[in-house]
């Protein structure tokens, strides 16, 4: 008895307070479409998507900006969310073995790495190795996680180049954004994050780009989910991403084309 | 309690260590203060999504301390009260979520309250409710982690209280309502009030369960911390400015009611004067 009322009540409850708080509730003719999108987009997706609202007024896109492994863990359980835009195929991959996707995946856009140091640069670091020798003189470098995308493309770049960081050197961010934080906020000298984040953050940081040749294109695959209430207007919205418009909005920001 | 007329001196080394205490809690938040651009905090707020933050984490909050009120009291009673097969490991279960890692507190809910998951499939089946993604969801995530900190603060109150009194009521022929409402709210309503204030503020700062759960979606999920989580980046100032808006709220409830909870000797005395 007692746990079915402690399951029941905050459901009631709380499904109480929130009616009597949203006054100003979406129409009911509109269509609102939910998308879980990386956060290394939170800047550039709400102007593409005010874009596609332009041409589709009955469309109000709603974001729900996380990690990917968050957006990941959320799809997973059973959130509730229409499309998906992710930074990396592996979250990716996951739902699609899941059985989660509501269509083929595409990519809409790519980013590349920088590492991004403190603004007068106090390491004189120049390149991938000088990382490694700030690392070695007991600096501390901030790197994504392993298991983010972020964190597996510049462990990639970093073996790509023959460079080591040890362990006990490497402060670890969640996403992009925490990875930048480390830097900006001066707990490590330098990190390895999103091309696009470090030209965010350009007066706080300074940006020592990692060339072409050693560096890697990070591609954020789209995909309608299969649990989506508004299929029709997600798989719009995917393609709308592909678009000329959307792609143009993309590169302001720092994105590479497709 | 409070009555002794002797006052004690502290040794000087009392004051060295609160000396170090206190200058832990304060200056980091005077370093916070150095961080905002106080000019223009106006024009960072008004251009960041700091308003309606500031409702959504108002609504969440107290919407928690509520719930952890309606829901928590009956629960610190009986664990403090009743005996029965299992209290330790329901009362192990009611502190867990203040070790959850943030993201696995949001995965947890999800596995139940979500459509998929075995309360949330019936809970849309039967009535059109989904949590997830919801105010209703933030609500729910923020009563998860912060109810815990009403419980054990009432719980400890209530097991601490000296039945000696509840005795005597009932032996001058107080029935068992009087006596509870005579007695013993009145020598709990302190740590009633400390409960309440402790979850309210767990709730307002509550960010991991949230995200994962609730989603971080401006309008209808995004609290003060999600937020400033989001701002914090891309665009500093806002960040800071929304963080600071936070801090002050937080600051002046503490300072204004914290003083006021008083102490259970004085609810007992002034209860005793209220009798008509």
Redesign the interface.
């Given at each position: 008895m007692?746990s079915f009322?402690?399951?029941l009540?905050?459901?009631l409850?709380?499904?109480c307070?929130?009616e009597g708080?949203?006054g100003s509730g979406p129409d009911r003719q509109r269509v609102e479409l939910?998308v879980?999108a990386a956060?290394s987009l939170?800047?550039v997706l709400p102007d593409i998507a005010e874009a596609f609202e332009a041409e589709r007024p009955e469309v109000d896109i709603?974001?729900?900006?996380?990690s990917s492994?968050?957006i990941s863990?959320?799809v997973n359980?059973?959130?509730?969310?229409d499309a998906v835009v992710l930074a990396g195929w592996a979250p990716m991959e996951a739902l699609d073995e899941n059985e989660l996707l509501g269509g083929e995946p595409v990519i809409v856009t790519n980013n590349t790495l920088v590492i991004v140091t403190q603004p007068d640069n106090p390491e004189r670091i120049g390149s991938l190795v000088g990382l490694a020798a700030a690392a070695a003189e007991g600096e501390i470098i901030s790197l994504c996680s392993e298991n983010a995308p972020c964190g597996a493309l510049a462990r990639q770049v970093l073996s790509q180049a023959g460079v080591e960081l040890p362990d006990g050197q490497v402060t670890v961010g969640q996403d992009a954004?925490a990875t930048?934080?480390a830097v900006?906020e001066g707990g490590a000298v330098a990190g390895i994050v999103y091309s696009t984040?470090g030209a965010?953050?350009e007066q706080?940081v300074h940006i020592v780009p990692i060339p072409g040749a050693d560096n890697v294109t990070a591609a954020y695959p789209a995909a309608v989910l299969e649990?989506a209430q508004h299929t029709v207007e997600a798989v719009s919205f995917v393609e709308y991403l592909r678009s000329p418009d959307a792609q143009a909005i993309f590169a302001d920001a720092g994105f590479l084309p497709l | 309690m409070g009555r002794s007329p002797v006052r004690l001196r502290s040794p000087w080394y009392v004051t060295v260590f609160v000396g170090c205490a206190a200058a832990l809690f304060v200056l980091p938040i005077l370093g916070l203060g150095t961080r905002v651009s106080w000019t223009t905090l106006g024009s960072d707020l008004a251009s960041s999504q700091a308003g309606e933050a500031f409702r959504l984490s108002m609504v969440t909050s107290l919407s928690a301390a509520v719930l952890s009120f309606v829901l928590g009291l009956p629960l610190a009673w009986t664990l403090a009260r009743r005996q029965f097969w299992g209290k330790s490991i329901l009362r192990g279960f009611v502190l867990l979520p203040l070790v959850l890692p943030p993201v696995v507190g949001g995965v947890a809910l999800l596995s139940v309250f979500s459509r998929r998951g075995y309360v949330g499939g019936w809970l849309y089946d039967i009535a059109g409710i989904d949590l997830p993604f919801s105010t209703a969801g933030a609500v729910l995530a923020a009563t998860y982690v912060s109810m815990p900190f009403f419980v054990i603060t009432v719980e400890a109150a209530l097991r601490s209280l000296d039945r000696a009194f509840e005795e005597a009521a009932a032996t001058l022929g107080a029935d068992s309502r009087e006596t509870v409402t005579r007695i013993t709210i009145p020598l709990v309503a302190p740590a009633v009030g400390a409960g309440l204030l402790l979850s309210w503020a767990r709730a307002l700062g509550e960010f991991g369960a949230t995200i994962t759960f609730a989603g971080n979606i401006v309008g209808r999920t995004q609290t003060l911390p999600l937020a400033v989580y989001e701002q914090i980046e891309a665009n500093p100032s806002a960040g800071y400015a929304t963080s600071s808006i936070l801090v002050a709220t937080s600051l002046v409830v503490f300072v204004v009611l914290h003083g006021r909870l008083g102490d259970p000797s004085r609810a007992l005395t002034r209860s005793s004067e209220d009798r008509p």
């Open positions: 007692l009322v402690l399951v009540l905050p459901v409850l709380a499904g307070s929130s708080s949203d939910i879980s956060s939170t800047d709603i974001f729900n900006f996380a492994g968050v863990a959320q359980n059973g959130a509730p969310a954004r930048l934080r900006t984040d965010g953050a706080r649990g | -």
